[in-house]
């Protein structure tokens, strides 16, 4: 009885985990692209601008980096998607835009653009075709959630970085 309880559980959590994307309508992931953009907007406001440079320990991105990295995956995701070049061109946003919060933030915002403006161009059957993504095959729609989950897991490793600076994170933004 144990094993079979054990068997329906992992049976459902993997049911529930490869369609948390597909619970989004086109126009409501939309919106959660738009929510996600003004909450880590809110961290870039949050870093004060001598603390862009800042890394809590020499082995690891500073803040500038942490962000440039999740503009470059969005940028990388979504032109994997659209099958075209970045906008950003072959350059990286970690490793070429300077590390001062105006820039950072200009970058960073560009890249949330991108991905909107792509999402709300595809049509629900384009959405539906799929791409290879780190040799993974998966639907437009699901490169878009894992583009969502890449920004939500760096923006989230950001938040130790504005506490070692004393700076209050910004509160949880879910809706």
């Known amino acids: 009885m144990k094993r079979l309880s054990f068997l329906l559980t992992a049976l459902a959590l993997v049911f529930v985990s490869s369609s948390v994307f597909a619970q989004f309508s086109q126009s409501e992931y939309v919106k959660e692209w738009q929510r996600a953009k003004a909450y880590t907007k809110a961290y ?61 933030t200009k970058a960073v915002m560009g890249s949330y653009d991108f991905v909107i403006s792509s999402l709300q161009a ?18 437009k729609f699901g490169a878009f959630g894992k583009a969502f989950e890449h920004q939500t897991h760096h923006r989230g490793q950001t938040t130790i970085y504005l506490r070692l600076k004393s700076v209050t994170p910004p509160g949880e933004m879910l809706f």
């Open 44 to 104: 870039l406001d949050a870093m004060p601008a001598d603390g862009y440079t800042f890394k809590p320990t020499p082995e690891i991105r500073s803040f500038a980096q942490q962000m440039g990295h999740l503009a470059d995956a969005n940028y990388f995701f979504i032109s994997t998607v659209n099958g075209t070049p970045s906008p950003f061109g072959n350059k990286s946003v970690e490793k070429s835009v300077p590390p001062t919060k105006d820039e950072i």
């Open 122 to 139: 595809l049509t629900p059957d384009q959405l539906q075709q799929t791409v290879t993504l780190e040799g993974k095959t998966v639907t």
